[in-house]
């Protein structure tokens, strides 16, 4: 399978100034999909300008005619399965069948309380997971859905025409736990890392691709139990939280090695963020242009 490079532009520009442009540009770049996280502020954006992913991506789908679009990641934090199925079949009608939906379970962040609810533990988390992914599943694919969950619930839901990608958009599953891996076999087109967490601040970059592997290979298993072939999954690396976060970043000779390493690995999808100046995510526009048109070529 050929190395497919992406990006993400986080929701901070006003559409009319800049947010348009950063879409349209995605396109011209040749990048296979553009994302947006799902959040309703995030980390050190909270006290600046953050807008919604589900209105940022129709302007977007209006903007571009090739592009994909996607969340990268939607949670259950703020998001109940029948309103989001709606949305998501609006929103691929308007994209003319581009989006896919990245979703994960979520994290303790402002999203975790912003309706006024306690934050979840883990198990918690992991319990609206399992519950979310299978009703969406369902919801995005029958015109008709009544389902009592413990967590979840739907009464005669319907979503009719349906989606114009079938049987359904595709998810892209971010998940390295047991529960999650298998809720992306059982469920997933795609799977998502970050690298492991744990390695962030303190690890090496050879520790960081060992845990990779050891996630593919986990991966594999859970597909195997599910009977599915894990190749059947792309494998999407989200870039900007491993330890070697900046040097990707820094020259396409940087970013073509880090590329080529973790696809070896098995990583099939990459995606780095558009540039935002005094960020986390600030660098070279010149390098983020350069990755985008020569990188792929490189990786052949």
Same mark, same amino acid.
């Given at each position: ?152 619930? *739907?009464?005669? #839901?319907?979503? =009719?025409?349906?989606? /114009?990608?079938?049987?359904? @958009? !595709?998810?892209?599953?971010? %998940? ?84 080529? *390493?973790?696809? #070896?690995?098995? =990583?099939?999808?990459? /995606?780095?963020?558009?540039? @935002? !100046?005094?960020?986390?995510? %600030? ?18």
């Amino acid at each position: 399978m050929a190395m497919r490079l992406s990006t993400v532009i986080l929701p901070v520009r006003r559409w009319s100034d800049g947010g348009r442009d950063e879409w349209q540009r995605a396109e011209r770049l040749g990048f296979h999909t553009a994302y947006t996280y799902d959040h309703l502020s995030w980390r050190t954006f909270r006290d600046g300008p953050w807008f919604g992913a589900v209105p940022t991506l129709t302007a977007a789908a209006a903007a571009t005619d090739r592009l994909r679009l996607g969340t990268l990641v939607t949670s259950p934090n703020f998001r109940h399965p029948v309103t989001l199925a709606k949305d998501l079949i609006t929103l691929d009608d308007v994209s003319n069948g581009r989006i896919t939906l990245g979703i994960g379970a979520g994290g303790n962040g402002f999203d975790a309380t912003a309706l006024g609810q306690e934050p979840w533990t883990p198990r918690e988390r992991a319990d609206h997971f399992a519950e979310f992914v299978p009703l969406l599943d369902r919801l995005l694919t029958e015109p008709s859905v009544t389902q009592r969950g413990a967590l979840y619930s *739907a009464d005669e #839901a319907r979503n =009719i025409p349906g989606c /114009v990608q079938r049987p359904r @958009i !595709p998810f892209a599953v971010a %998940a390295t736990g047991p529960r999650g891996l298998k809720l992306a076999a059982e469920h997933g087109q795609a799977w998502v890392t970050t690298g492991d967490p744990k390695l962030f601040e303190a690890g090496t970059p050879e520790q960081s691709r060992d845990a990779v592997r050891g996630q593919i290979d986990r991966l594999a298993a859970a597909c195997a139990q599910a009977g599915r072939d894990p190749e059947e999954l792309d494998k999407v690396l989200l870039t900007g939280f491993t330890p070697d976060r900046a040097r990707p970043m820094e020259s396409l000779d940087a970013f073509v090695d880090f590329a080529g *390493a973790h696809f #070896a690995l098995g =990583i099939t999808e990459i /995606v780095i963020h558009a540039p @935002i !100046p005094d960020s986390d995510f %600030a660098a070279d526009e010149k390098v983020f242009e350069q990755i985008a048109t020569e990188a792929l070529a490189q990786l052949s």
